[in-house]
């Protein structure tokens, strides 16, 4: 996809949510196609710098083609679990003065029929954000148990009809391997009873399987604590979350780590009591009318913001 195709979702507020620095060192946890780190790049200054992550070979190489002749600007490749891991060969732990995660998968992603996100376009049912790396949705679709299959589906997607759907699965399969989106597309529609209005039957199942292919939720719980460590005091945590699941642990983790917790009444706060490391900044964003009319991709997106505080201790 042409970078001019590809909207960045919330763009000007996250902007404003970073805070930004022209000298700064920012992190974009999830490089996707660059749009946010486009806008970023362009209000740094020569001793600003951007560090890139994406386990997704295809955004890495769109990464390199774009941006490879400044100075400024790196990408690794990687899940955004890795983020300590990158922090610290630099040698920037506290240093940083923004991190961002745009959750999700990407539109290029969703659009390339081949990667197997989408069940709008037909292909290989794989929906790894790195294709080199584990298990293919379809190599775990032909083997897990009906239980294991209707527990993603209704963990993961929030799908009542996960059981149902699971049962079909575990029969179609057994007459023949289910390879690609529109097999698993059509079972699901035979399997879904009822339609909710505007939505396809398939979009809860598909979303289910992908976040449980790519352990989206693990990456995010273990990403969150090592931006906190990577941020400087002042710096800025922010994150788009599309799903509820998503936001709930982000809104918890920022409402934990922005809290301490009180001994009982009448007793007195102990001396090495752990101080907040974040303070949470406004309420939670949502894109406006105009946005979601323009880009209707981001009707479900959700941008939260917190600060680090300056002095705290790590509870």
Do not use: C
């Amino acid at each position: 996809m042409d970078e001019t195709e590809h909207v960045p979702v919330l763009l000007a507020e996250v902007l404003r949510a970073l805070n930004l620095h022209a000298d700064g060192t920012y992190v974009d946890a999830t490089y996707g196609r660059g749009g946010h780190a486009k806008a970023i790049l362009a209000l740094l200054g020569p001793g600003g710098r951007l560090i890139a992550l994406d386990r997704d070979p295809d955004a890495v190489a769109d990464a390199r083609r774009r941006f490879s002749q400044d100075a400024r600007f790196e990408i690794h490749r990687g899940p955004f679990s890795m983020l300590a891991e990158v922090i610290g060969q630099q040698g920037r732990a506290q240093q940083v003065q923004g991190v961002l995660f745009d959750l999700g998968v990407s539109s290029p992603q969703l659009d390339a029929g081949a990667r197997g996100f989408s069940f709008t376009r037909e292909g290989p049912l794989d929906m790894r954000m790195d294709p080199a790396s584990g298990e293919s949705a379809a190599d775990w679709i032909n083997r897990a148990s009906a239980e294991e299959i209707a527990d993603v589906l209704f963990q993961l997607g929030e799908e009542r009809f996960g059981r149902r759907i699971a049962r079909a699965i575990v029969s179609s399969r057994s007459a023949q391997r289910i390879e690609t989106t529109a097999a698993l597309r059509e079972i699901v529609a035979r399997a879904v009873p009822t339609r909710e209005r505007g939505k396809d039957p398939a979009t809860r199942s598909f979303q289910a399987i992908r976040i449980h292919i790519n352990r989206e939720l693990d990456e995010l719980a273990a990403a969150l604590p090592q931006a906190v460590d990577a941020l400087a005091p002042g710096g800025r945590l922010v994150v788009i979350s599309f799903h509820s699941l998503e936001d709930r642990i982000v809104k918890r983790f920022m409402r934990r780590e922005s809290s301490v917790e009180m001994p009982p009444r009448g007793l007195p706060l102990p001396a090495n009591t752990p101080q907040p490391r974040l303070r949470i900044v406004g309420k939670a964003i949502k894109p406006e009318e105009a946005e979601t009319r323009a880009n209707p991709r981001a009707r479900s997106a959700v941008l939260r913001v917190a600060e680090r505080v300056t002095g705290a201790t790590h509870g």
